[in-house]
């Protein structure tokens, strides 16, 4: 059964430029809270169709699940606390936020109703490159976000930055991370901006208007990240992510180790029973089908034993610690040598993987050409 569960929020006070998530702006209340009644409704048939024996992780993501008033919120985590049976001790409750958006009075009710991690999305720390990609918040608003969140009792906090955007240098990047450090946080997740379909971006960039570093000053800003993270003891465990020790995400491992979960809310996947299904992203398809159905799925597929073992293989070496062959065969029934022996040799032999024991992971040269790596595993 799985442990851990994801539920979406889709909503947005606006949406960012590069942002491709399934995410609603709207200042229409009432559709919120038909949105947040749908959302119990399909956690409840979720649970009973296939209950849970233990729920180690929750992940509340988005769109931005802070938008919600406080009202909402405490609506929300009630139906959570109330629903989604067998929460160990320690369960990981992560909720995604926005700088801004989370008042004394909204991040109290969010540590009372059971939230102990919080993941902000800050992205960058220059409010001129903050405008240009669309955010709304600016980097006082950070500081002040992070005060509330202390004052109210969170101390497991996590923010998101993006390095590779329009403008940016890679000396502007390490003022960011300079800032970034000085505020003594336990987790961090670093991404290079990806310019996504149906965002304004995209639409810029086939325009030839959206001016992007160079490729090789993106990868200085990587390797500066690489080696800033370790020089201020946050250790890097997954290709875009650093923590101090004990703070690692242990939702997110749910994903690299592919184990499954349960996705609930618009635009949610699910992986349950080697099935994965897809639930309908738009809000009022979401809301109608919970209404007819009961469960808001659009797609609902088995997975091969060729695709979860792919799965297995690129997930899992996205982690520093890699694979061990010693699960791959208690999973699957077979030796990882019989499935990907020859990929593995050939990596071996440019440099990108190295097997240590039991484990099977990316040197230090394959950790910037992981993408590389992986589509080796793919048939």
């Known amino acids: 059964m799985p442990h851990s569960v994801y539920i979406h929020i889709p909503f947005c006070t606006n949406k960012c430029y590069y942002c491709d998530f399934n995410s609603f702006v709207t200042q229409n209340q009432q559709l ?10 399909e956690i409840i048939l ?29 609506y929300f985590l009630n139906a959570v606390r109330q629903h989604i049976p067998n929460q160990t ?36 720390f220059d409010d001129e490159l903050l405008r240009k990609i669309g955010r709304i918040h600016d980097s006082a608003q950070v500081f002040r976000s992070l005060h509330d969140a202390r004052q109210a009792g969170f101390t497991n906090i996590s923010i998101d930055l993006i390095f590779g955007l329009p403008g940016q240098s890679v000396e502007l990047f390490k003022k960011t991370l300079n800032q970034a450090f000085d505020l003594g946080l336990q987790h961090f997740s670093a991404y290079s901006l990806k310019v996504e379909e ?4 995209h639409v810029l ?32 465990y997954e290709i875009s992510n650093f923590a101090q020790d004990g703070y690692e995400s242990g939702h997110n491992k749910t994903y690299w180790k592919n184990e499954e979960y349960y996705g609930i809310g618009a635009g949610a996947h699910g992986y349950v029973k080697r099935s994965r299904h897809i639930n309908a992203g738009p809000v009022q398809q979401y809301m109608q089908l919970v209404k007819q159905n009961g469960l808001p799925r659009i797609e609902e597929f088995t997975v091969s034993d060729r695709e979860v073992m792919e799965e297995f ?10 694979i061990s062959k010693r699960e791959f065969f208690k999973r699957y029934g077979k030796l990882i ?37 992986f589509m080796r595993f793919l048939e």
Do not use: C
């Open 198 to 201: 149906n965002t304004l971006f």
């Open 32 to 41: 919120v809270w038909d949105y947040l009644y749908a959302l119990e409704q």
């Open 313 to 322: 293989m690129i997930m899992g070496l996205r982690l520093m610690e890699g």
């Open 205 to 236: 960039y086939e325009k030839n208007q959206l001016i992007l570093p160079a490729e090789e000053e993106e990868v200085a800003m990587y390797e500066l990240v690489r080696q800033e993270m370790k020089l201020h003891g946050y250790r890097q």
């Open 89 to 124: 001790d320690d369960i990981e409750f992560t909720m995604e936020a926005n700088p801004g958006t989370t008042d004394p009075e909204k991040l109290t009710i969010m540590r009372k109703g059971g939230v102990n991690r919080l993941s902000y999305g800050v992205q960058a």
């Open 46 to 74: 979720t649970m009973k169709q296939t209950p849970p024996d233990a729920i180690q992780t929750i992940f509340v993501g988005g769109g931005t699940p802070t938008f919600l008033s406080a009202e909402q919120m405490k």
């Open 337 to 373: 040598e019989d499935v990907f022996g020859k990929q593995i040799t050939n990596l071996e032999k440019l440099g990108l993987l190295e097997q240590v024991g039991d484990r099977v992971r990316l040197t230090e040269k394959g950790i910037p050409l992981g993408n590389e790596v």
